[in-house]
């Protein structure tokens, strides 16, 4: 009987989640907390989805934030549909990566990425991290970018998927999504 050759192990979630843990693992974000905790953050927030919009919300920030290109994701056996998401949520790889809005609008035309940013965009808005931004740079009003983009992202998929992701992440916007539906 011939020997066949051992299949790789499937890439999965939790391994996503480790990876992301450890490829972000010395960042810190603006307020200088662990910037694992906002990968982990976003990537738990999507649990009611399948595995690959998982895989890329923990992987969300690995193409923009360390040197992970798409072909070392790729051998490391994550799912070419996580890495097209991811590649699509990494604003150095949209056609205008200086026009926040312009990348909103973007990633709104692919159901999976806005998934992503949407949860991204939660955590991003957490009443705490908001007001740590303003309390950091007073003389500057806290970033009201994600507050744009969000009926950008609402209006582009299902309220129910946009309302499950809230319900984990930022349940403080689930009263600004009923206004908005």
Sequence with gaps: MPETEPSAPRFTVETARVLAEVAHNRQKDKLKRPYREHVLAVGDALADFDEDIQIAGYLHDI?????????????????????????????????NPDDYQSGIRAIAEHHDATLVKIADNA???????????????????????????????????????????????????????????
């Design 63 to 95: 193409a923009e934030d360390t040197p992970i290109t798409r072909q070392a994701l790729l051998e490391m056996g994550v799912p070419e549909r996580a890495v097209d998401i991811i590649e699509r949520v990494t604003k150095r790889l949209q056609d």
């Design 123 to 181: 955590h991003n808005s957490l009443p705490e991290r908001v007001q740590a931004l303003a309390e950091k740079w007073p003389d500057k009003p806290p970033v009201t970018r994600y507050a744009d983009a969000r009926p950008v992202l609402y209006a582009a998929v299902p309220v129910e998927e946009t309302r499950k992701i809230l319900a984990r992440i930022n349940p403080w916007l689930l009263e600004e999504l009923e206004g908005d539906a």
